[in-house]
């Protein structure tokens, strides 16, 4: 069984294999890039590389309440990117996925503790993120 | 071929590919009619060298264009006779050679047969191949041509370092840079440091920059090395447009960042073709003119201050009054004519493309923190000038702070710092008076379309030239100079303009370093909408599958710049993820080996797949033997390249081919 890390988006419930998360840690202080598009927070020093750092609420067309505190770093086919969130609730196994879902950006939905979860599809998030103009 | 290792191979194409040069060099010198005995002892011990060890290492084509040519020579030499008809032939071999040794396997029957043929019309007949061959050992020169004899002026050993080892260096170099900055700003915090740990700092600032110095330098090359081929792209324009070319290269030892020369040839290729198609005129349209007949084209190189300039000189026509007068007195040349679509030439000629793409050259040397000029009069010729930073990845930037965020500007475009006030407005235009001059005057934070509080009275202005302009910009703070290392944003902001990358500062900060085109350029439109934009209609994706880091990536960049969108995995299994999920991928650009499922396998599996059993699959290993090609197409390839002469048009071609865009 795959394990995913699970995290909260704007108050939602989402989830992601682990496979893509390398660490997690304080959103800290992202330096905005003017010009880029809303979803790019802009880019953090961490431990002196420049890391682009984005927003996983816009992204799956979220709005946000309060404003994001974790940061995940993900990478998926070579490619890296802090990805802020709200809060990382645990990691664990999910029950069996549905795949149908509403979004590109996700690779399906589980019902897991009494919430709707949705596992997001990381390459697909970096491809959407590569392929925006900005 | 087979039983090389290949970095003996990698030796003799880089080796054949100077001897080639040289040689091209030399045929365009009998060409033009100024070339001897010693000019056809030279081409003669090239052929020889190269026929060896192509034969040597299996390039049999290679060896066999190296021995018909060598034939040939050898008649030119028993007779005497150094007719410039014999240039062509020849020089059609050299480039046949060329396109083989990079493994292409071309057909050479024809090459092979035009020799014959000016073979048969020298004095001394026709004589078998068999003939050329016996006679060689005889006429082998003195001067042996044994590795060492010839490539060693003076005494120093060269050692051949993987690129990325010294980029490596030059990065851990920069990174100690900082730390030491870092240290530097902590402990300045202290008070009054004792004199030894002042002495001992100063010293290791010393040897740092040394180390630094030596680093930066070991990152550059000399310009020569793409310069070589050069003359021969100019000789065969000319002849192709019916001028009259004299070309001359200097300053050829000015050295450049590697990685600025590795994409330079090509926009240097098209100023050359602007100016000896745009540029010179015919021999006619001079002569009338009251010019010499024979047009002069020039490519100069020489350090300017932190930059290099790279000029193409020729004294063709020139740009037309109407240019001049549109410039008028506040556009520069340069701004005019790199234009997007703007051309100089009245018809738009096969040889130069459409446009005459001054727009694309000015945008490259931007990309890269350099600047395009231009000095044109009517009538006596045109000067193209690429200014292009010494070393890409260190840089002397002025850091400045607007709206709580930090911004760097290269030293070289600044051009002094003045306190903005008492400006006076002109149709919406804020404009400052400096030394006499008035120029504009705009928040950097509107340039780069931040948000940011309106400034205070009397705030620090820049001035910035570029581009041929000069403005002002304004900004809340300077926080002063700073040798920088430069780091690219990455794929997820590269998309974003005005950026040469960000670095990270003595305390952490990271200042974005922003293009000096940029802050000449006046306001940008304000960012883009909140929804995705969608994409333009899509051109077929491609799935790039490698496992190396740097070979994917630049595969992508190849692949983008060419208009595919990519998607990417790092071996089999996930490129078969990536299929099953993906219904737009319509090719797919693999690797041999890779960890897990390597691309023989992968091919079987898409071939054995039933719903994308007829995806098409190219294959671009370091394998190059005949039976790895083999393996290749029995798995199922649709083709088949060899990473070790990769390069990018076959990529480009390739691909093209298999999804017809």
Redesign the interface.
């Known amino acids: 069984m795959p394990t995913y890390l699970r995290l909260r988006v704007a108050a939602e419930a989402y989830a992601m294999p682990v496979e893509f998360v390398r660490e997690v840690f304080e959103l800290g ?1 992202v ?8 979803e ?1 927070l802009g ?3 961490v431990r ?3 890391l ?1 750092v ?1 927003d996983l609420a ?1 992204l799956l067309g979220l709005a946000r309440a309060v404003p994001p505190g974790r940061l995940l770093l993900a990478e998926a ?5 802090g990805f802020a969130v709200d809060e990382v609730s645990g990691v664990g196994e999910l029950p069996e996925l549905a795949e149908e879902t509403q979004s590109d950006l996700l ?1 399906g939905t589980a019902f897991a503790d009494g919430e709707l979860t949705g596992v997001i ?1 990381m ?2 998030v ?9 | 071929m087979t039983g090389f290792d290949t970095e003996f191979i990698e030796l003799f194409r880089d080796e054949t590919a100077r001897r080639l040069d040289q040689m091209d060099n030399l045929l365009l010198e009998i060409e033009s009619g100024d070339a001897g005995a010693e000019g056809v002892n030279s081409l003669f011990r090239h052929a020889h060298t190269i026929k060896g060890a192509a034969g040597m290492l299996g390039f049999d084509d290679v060896r066999a264009l190296a021995h018909a040519t060598e034939d040939v020579l050898a008649r030119v030499r028993d007779a005497s006779e150094f007719s410039p008809e014999i240039a062509a032939p020849l020089l059609r071999a050299t480039a046949a050679m060329r396109v083989n040794i990079a493994g292409s396997g071309q057909p050479i029957d024809d090459v092979l047969a035009d020799l014959a043929a000016s073979q048969a019309g020298l004095p001394g007949g026709a004589g078998s191949p068999e003939t050329g061959e016996a006679s060689s050992p005889v006429t082998v020169p003195r001067q042996a041509d044994a590795p060492g004899a010839r490539q060693a002026p003076g005494s120093q050993t060269t050692l051949r370092v993987p690129a990325d080892k010294i980029d490596h260096l030059l990065d851990v170099a920069g990174e100690i840079l900082q730390h030491r900055r870092r240290l530097a700003h902590s402990l300045g915090h202290q008070a009054q440091l004792s004199p030894d740990v002042a002495d001992l700092l100063g010293l290791g600032e010393r040897m740092l920059g040394d180390l630094k110095d030596t680093a930066v330098a070991m990152r550059t090359l000399p310009l020569e090395v793409i310069t070589a081929g050069l003359p021969r792209v100019v000789r065969d324009l000319a002849r192709d447009t019916g001028k009259d070319v004299e070309f001359s290269v200097s300053g050829a030892d000015t050295e450049l960042d590697r990685l600025i020369l590795e994409s330079l040839s090509e926009p240097l290729t098209h100023l050359l073709r602007n100016a000896v198609v745009h540029g010179i005129e015919p021999r006619a349209e001079r002569e009338q003119a009251g010019k010499p007949p024979r047009g002069r084209l020039e490519l100069r190189a020489e350090p300017r201050g932190s930059l290099v300039e790279v000029v193409v000189a020729d004294d063709g026509r020139g740009v037309s009054p109407d240019v001049i007068a549109e410039a008028g007195r506040d556009k520069s040349l340069a701004e005019v004519l790199a234009r997007p679509g703007f051309s100089t030439a009245t018809e738009v000629t096969d040889l130069a493309g459409r446009g005459v793409g001054l727009d694309a050259v000015k945008a490259y040397a931007n990309s890269l923190g350099g600047d395009l000029e231009v000095r044109s009069e009517p009538g006596q010729g045109m000067e193209v000038i690429l200014l292009l930073p010494l070393a890409l990845a260190l840089a002397e930037v002025l850091i400045v702070e607007r709206g709580g965020g930090v911004f760097g500007v290269a030293l070289a475009a600044v051009e002094e710092v003045v306190t903005v006030t008492g400006t006076t407005t002109l149709q919406n235009q804020e404009a400052l008076q400096v030394r006499g001059r008035s120029l504009p005057v705009t928040d950097l934070a509107a340039l780069l379309g931040a948000t940011a509080p309106p400034l205070s009275d009397r705030s620090p202005g820049i001035v910035i030239s570029s581009g041929g302009r000069r403005a002002v910009v304004t900004c809340d703070t300077l926080l002063g100079a700073e040798e920088v290392v430069v780091k690219p944003l990455g794929p997820l902001l590269a998309r974003v303009p005005g950026y040469l990358g960000a670095s990270i500062l003595g305390d952490g900060r990271i200042a974005l370093v922003v293009e000096p085109a940029t802050l000449t350029g006046g306001p940008r439109r304000a960012p883009g909408p909140v929804a995705p934009v969608p994409e333009p209609p899509a051109a077929p994706k491609v799935l790039v599958v490698e496992d190396s880091f740097t070979v994917r990536e630049l595969q992508r960049s190849i692949l983008e710049a060419a208009g595919y969108p990519v998607v990417t995995a790092r071996d089999g299994q996930e490129a078969l993820q990536a299929i099953d999920r993906d219904a737009d991928i319509a090719l797919v650009v693999t690797d041999l080996e890779m960890p897990r499922l390597g691309g023989l396998e992968l091919t079987r599996a898409i071939r054995a797949s039933g719903a994308r059993s007829s995806l098409p699959v190219v294959i671009v290993t370091s394998h190059g033997s005949d039976d790895d090609r083999r393996l290749g197409i029995e798995a199922g390839a649709d083709a088949y390249m060899v990473k070790r002469s990769f390069d990018q048009q076959d990529l480009l071609a390739t691909v093209e081919q298999l999804v017809g865009r």
């Open positions: 202080r330096e905005a890039v003017p010009g880029a598009r809303p790019m880019v953090r020093n002196g590389q420049i682009p984005a816009p086919g070579g490619r890296q990117a690779m599809d390459p697909r970096f491809d959407a993120l590569e392929g925006m103009r900005p």
